[in-house]
T-cell receptor, first 114, second 114 residues
């Protein structure tokens, strides 16, 4: 089946620094990628939708200048959390559309900002 | 009112029991219904995918959709400890091959006790 690789799986960073999370579709071309945020014991909250070669569409309430999304190729999308603060600590998950299984999720990145 | 409502649980049952997980929704445009399983600190994986109303069976899992009541269910027969996870329902107005965003329920934490 379709595989989406997400790295890193876990990252700890200092407040004020930036963190980049990568999401790669390994065996299919992902025309659309979705980035989610998940707080403990809560559901996935869609942050933004990105299409290859175009600007991401952000959900209401998500700061586009803080959460930079780049989808430069059909197999790679990145999410950069800029000037991270403790309240940005969360579980971030990407999902890619285009594989045989429809939406395929990455394994997630646990971000802790200290 | 949330578009998709799901009891977060937790739900704890003995091994071998039949488990019933449910979601209700308010958007009548939803036509595609999915159940995802998420293990702790991992990304969701697709379990079942149904279109419109009716039942779909796959091994020990059965998905039911009742569009007239805006109610969907997932049944797990002969539950196993390995079924312990969080189960999320998700819905879309378009099929999973498209780029339509999914709307998730909150997820139900399920524990199967040996």
């Amino acid at each position: 089946g379709a595989v989406v690789s997400q790295h890193p799986s876990r990252v700890i960073c200092k407040s004020g620094t930036s963190v980049k999370i990568e999401c790669r579709s390994l065996d299919f071309q992902a025309t659309t990628m979705f980035w989610y945020r998940q707080f403990p014991k809560q559901s996935l909250m869609l942050m933004a939708t990105s299409n290859e070669g175009s600007k991401a569409t952000y959900e209401q309430g998500v700061e586009k200048d803080k959460f930079l999304i780049n989808h430069a190729s059909l197999t790679l999308s990145t999410l950069t959390v800029t000037s991270a603060h403790p309240e940005d600590s969360s579980f971030y998950i990407c999902s890619a559309s285009g594989g045989a299984d429809g939406y395929t999720f990455g394994s997630g990145t646990r971000l802790t900002v200290v | 009112q949330k578009e998709v409502e799901q009891d977060p649980g937790p739900l704890s049952v003995p091994e071998g029991a039949i488990v019933s997980l449910n979601c209700t929704y308010s958007n009548s445009a939803f036509q595609y219904f999915m159940w995802y399983r998420q293990y702790s600190r991992k990304g969701p994986e697709l379990l079942m995918y149904t279109y419109s109303s009716g039942n779909k069976e796959d091994g020990r899992f059965t998905a039911q959709v009742d569009k007239s009541s805006k109610y969907i269910s997932l049944f797990i027969r002969d539950s196993q400890p390995s079924d312990s996870a969080t189960y999320l329902c998700a819905m879309s107005a378009m099929g999973i091959q498209g780029a339509q965003k999914l709307v998730f329920g909150q997820g139900t934490r399920l524990t199967i006790n040996p």
